[in-house]
Structure formats: C-alpha cells, structure tokens
C-alpha cells in the first residue's frame, strides 16, 4: 500500500509536469492552458490512485482487475479531447489540444 508521502509526492509530480504543458500552451496564447492541463491531470492521478487503493484492500476478499479504472479515465479524456476538435471551412481546429489533452 502507498504511504501518505508517496502519494501527496505523485500528486505534486503531476501538477508540476502537467503545469509545464499547460503554461507553454498558455505563453502561445492556445486553448487549453495552465488550470485545465492541471486539473486533467491531477483527476486522472487522483483516479489511479483510489484505483490502486481499492485493489489493495480487496485484492484478498474478491477478484479485480484495476485496468477497469485506467480504461474508464482514458474513455473520459477522449472524450474530453474529442470535445476540443471543430471542424471549419478553412480545416480543422483543436487537434493540438486534443493531443495534449
């Protein structure tokens, strides 16, 4: 099982990390900057890890299969991602965006 410090360390790696892409994204003045690169990111952390916990305390009494989470956040992302792509006259928008989400 994770320790408190191992966790709160994960959380603030991914905020760090996730906030250097959003921040460039933002200096180039694109959609999708600093606080929505974060908040993806430190949701999608937060999710791997309950999904980790959960199997530790349940690995012994039923069987799970945590991967089950993991597909569920990569659904949720596209999703997201998907929601970021317009299509125009003069092409396509938002496929940067999509990607870095």
Known sequence: M??????I???VVT????GFIGF???VHKRTAGLRTHILVALGSCLIMLTSLYVFDI??????LDPA?????????IGFLGAGTIIR??????GLTTAASL
Not at 2 to 7: E, G, K
Not at 88 to 93: L, M, Q, Y
């Open 58 to 63: 349940y690995k012994e009494i039923t069987k």
């Open 88 to 93: 125009e006259r003069e092409g396509v928008r």
């Open 68 to 76: 089950r989470i993991a597909a569920g956040v990569i659904t949720g």
């Open 24 to 26: 460039e994204r933002q």
């Open 15 to 18: 905020a760090i990390l996730s």
């Open 9 to 11: 360390s994960r959380l």
């Open 2 to 7: 994770l320790t408190d410090s191992q966790i």
